[in-house]
């Protein structure tokens, strides 16, 4: 199909013969015509068995955990796909990790319900979670797995049983290099360690696998951008978001430099936002009153788009949130995405008060997965063969949300 085939009429209407489901209205400037049929063309190279593809190479290298070897031969996995996909210009971020002494992670288990196994109903007390929402209806356990044993696939208890060791660190990223405007960026971001004794296939395989996806539809030969978009796949996030951390304490103060100058080479772009993706398969609501979550995913799934209100760019990550909310609605095929308030624990925390800052998520992070809604989180369980098409098709729609924006915010165009 010719994706931007048009016809001008004798009244000097121009319509669409491309994207007949989305009519021109009358008066609308053509560039946005255009953009539209861009943005179509692209979700359209989205497919579910390539995401699914892209998970499962993920889930090769086990939980994927920082400080080890299986995590950094991800990264090079990682880095030669996305070589592949034509985004060659592939960097690492090089940092250091040091635990702090003789702590137990902490992190991501204020929301446990201290250590039963059945579920609680939240009292007319107002209970706030992490991020600042408020915590309603029935609650379930939470928590990291430390256990080996309790991963019952001896091949993949092995694979996972080189602990965690301190020192140098890397994360990789590769930049689609913007046409009109390469001193101006979009980062779009998941993180690629994991943690629990599975294999981090949703948390977060499945972040990954959508900016891989993301990545590889924009690096086509025949797409430019205006402004620039940096693919990142985090490290470190289980541990505190260290990566994404690190990224900002080296990166922010160079932004927009022109380096050297007069070359037109910017090494980091000035930031016009940075969009996070984690967690994104695995919606079947609130925990039952036996504590167990329903095997089945629910009819309402829906994408959570968070921001944070207390955040220095409230206003602006909320107008980014918005964006997300539009392109889900035009160019999602089967789930509606929701905008809240509340985004916290997650790589998109570090940049909220420098940047508009968004994450996508399968569910609200504090109020609903803090909560118990997502039983594999951290766990044994968080395996690819645990999650059904409904849910793998739930992180596509993920993507494609995300893919649409991106054209539509960067001025994706086609050439002939
Ligand atoms: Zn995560």
Redesign the pocket.
């Known amino acids: 199909m010719r994706p931007n085939l048009i016809m001008v009429s004798a009244c000097g209407l121009v319509i669409s013969l491309a994207t007949p489901a989305f009519p021109q209205r009358a008066g609308e400037p053509r560039k946005a015509l255009d953009e539209t049929n861009v943005a179509r063309v692209l979700v359209e190279r989205l497919d579910l068995d390539l995401y699914k593809a892209t998970i499962k190479g993920l889930t090769q290298f086990g939980d994927r955990r920082q400080g080890t070897d299986r995590n950094k031969a991800a990264i090079d996995w990682i880095e030669a796909q996305l070589k592949s996909y034509g985004c060659t210009n592939t960097e690492r971020l090089k940092y250091e990790y040091q635990p702090p002494a003789g702590s137990v992670r902490a992190t991501n288990q204020a929301g446990a319900v201290g250590g039963e196994s059945t579920a609680r109903r939240s009292g007319t007390a107002t209970t706030t979670t992490q991020g600042g929402g408020r915590a309603r209806g029935v609650r379930a356990r939470t928590g990291v797995n430390n256990d080996p044993n309790a991963q019952l696939d001896v091949k993949l208890r092995q694979l996972n049983s080189q602990p965690a060791m301190p020192g140098s660190r890397e994360e990789i990223y590769c930049t689609k290099i913007g046409t009109a405007h390469p001193e101006e960026m979009y980062i779009v971001g998941a ?1 690629m360690d994991g943690i629990g004794w599975g294999e981090a296939a949703n ?2 395989g499945s972040g990954t696998a959508l900016v891989m996806e993301v990545a590889r539809v924009l690096s086509g030969a025949d797409v430019q951008t205006e402004r620039s978009i940096r693919f990142i796949l985090w490290n470190n ?2 541990t505190g978001t260290n990566g994404s951390h690190a990224y900002v304490d080296q990166r922010k103060d160079l932004q927009g430099q022109e380096v050297p100058p007069g070359s037109g080479k910017y090494p980091e772009p000035k930031w016009l936002g940075m969009i996070q993706h ?2 994104m398969l695995f919606d079947h609501g609130m925990p039952l009153e036996d504590g167990t979550v329903s095997k089945e995913q629910r009819p309402e799934a829906d994408i959570n788009i968070e921001f944070q209100t207390s955040a220095k760019f409230a206003a602006q990550s909320q107008a980014l949130a918005w964006v997300f909310e539009s392109t889900n609605e035009k160019y999602a095929t089967d789930y509606p995405a929701a905008v809240s308030s509340h985004m916290t624990n ?1 790589d998109s925390g570090p940049f909220q008060d420098v940047v508009a800052a968004i994450s996508l998520r399968e569910n609200e992070r504090g109020t609903q997965i803090g909560n118990g809604w997502d039983p594999q989180w951290h766990q044994p369980t968080d395996l690819y063969i645990t999650y059904s098409n409904k849910d793998f098709r739930l992180g596509l729609n993920a993507t494609q949300t995300t893919l649409a924006a991106m054209a539509q915010l960067a001025g994706a165009k086609l050439k002939k």
């Open positions: 993180h948390d977060d996030e289980e984690d967690m997650t």
